[in-house]
């Protein structure tokens, strides 16, 4: 007996194949840069659906998603626990910049709650591990200043290093002041560097010793670094 065919088998089969194929997309996890895109948008645009998509990403337990949302809500004084809350999730999650934002938390505290920096130490140490610039220059302050933690100059040169070769102006600056006694060579090098990323108060400070050469050529530049100065402080302070 000659076995029968149906003509919409083959497409049933098809469809239920490119159904299960499309299931199976949608539960992959989304890349980093695609629930940072959503954070963004979130944040800058205050889009519900993208919010709502954090949030079932977070509770995938995707450390990404769970930063970006605890960043949404660290804006939100109502819902600065559940921000805190999310950073540490995500932070132990191995997420550097979750990491550095819970130090951050706990180092400034809150209104009415005492900042924590000892508590926020051992956080920016784990971040700054991870080659985070701005969390290593954090923990080489508390080095510094001995805030929070013993003073401690060496712990702090080494930190501040790992900053400032990381790229943070800042710390190259700091640098360039802890070493213009030791080593002038290096010490007007790294003001040099912390300069040519406009930090302002590098640019002021290479201006002020242009200002005390004796080449006309100097003093032009310390003219415009001057001027420099003065504009990326109005306007691009956050950014250090």
């Given at each position: 007996?000659?076995?029968?065919?149906?003509?919409?088998?083959?497409?049933?089969?098809?469809?239920?194949?490119?159904?299960?194929?499309?299931?199976?997309?949608?539960?992959?996890?989304?890349?980093?840069?695609q629930i940072e895109v959503i954070g963004m948008k979130a944040k800058q645009e205050a889009?519900?659906?993208?919010?709502?998509?954090?949030?079932?990403?977070?509770?995938?337990?995707?450390?990404?998603?769970q930063r970006e949302l605890a960043l949404l809500y660290q804006s939100r004084p109502k819902q600065r626990a559940d921000a805190f809350k999310l950073f540490e999730q995500a932070a132990r999650g191995g997420d550097s910049e979750a990491a550095?934002?819970?130090?951050?938390?706990?180092?400034?505290?809150?209104?009415?709650?005492?900042?924590?920096?000892?508590?926020?130490?051992?956080?920016?140490?784990?971040?700054?591990q991870q080659q985070h610039a701005k969390a290593a220059l954090a923990l080489g302050l508390l080095y510094?200043?001995?805030?929070?933690?013993?003073?401690?100059?060496?712990?702090?040169?080494?930190?501040?290093?790992?900053?400032?070769?990381?790229?943070?102006?800042?710390?190259?600056?700091?640098?360039?002041?802890?070493?213009?006694e030791q080593d002038p060579v290096k010490a007007r090098a790294l003001l040099e560097e912390a300069a040519?990323?406009?930090?302002?108060?590098?640019?002021?400070e290479l201006a002020l010793q242009l200002q005390q050469g004796n080449s006309q050529q100097d003093r032009q530049r310390a003219g415009h670094l001057m001027l420099e100065a003065s504009e990326h402080r109005r306007n691009n302070w956050n950014r250090f």
């Open positions: 007996m000659r076995p029968h065919h149906y003509p919409g088998a083959a497409l049933i089969a098809v469809l239920t194949s490119v159904f299960l194929f499309g299931c199976q997309i949608q539960r992959e996890a989304p890349t980093t840069a889009d519900a659906h993208a919010e709502r998509k954090l949030m079932a990403w977070a509770a995938q337990s995707l450390p990404v998603a550095f934002q819970l130090g951050e938390m706990l180092r400034a505290g809150a209104p009415g709650v005492p900042g924590l920096p000892a508590a926020a130490a051992p956080w920016y140490a784990q971040a700054a510094k200043n001995g805030n929070g933690v013993a003073r401690d100059e060496p712990q702090a040169t080494h930190w501040l290093t790992v900053a400032s070769d990381l790229g943070n102006a800042h710390a190259m600056f700091l640098l360039s002041n802890d070493y213009r040519e990323h406009e930090y302002p108060p590098a640019l002021q």
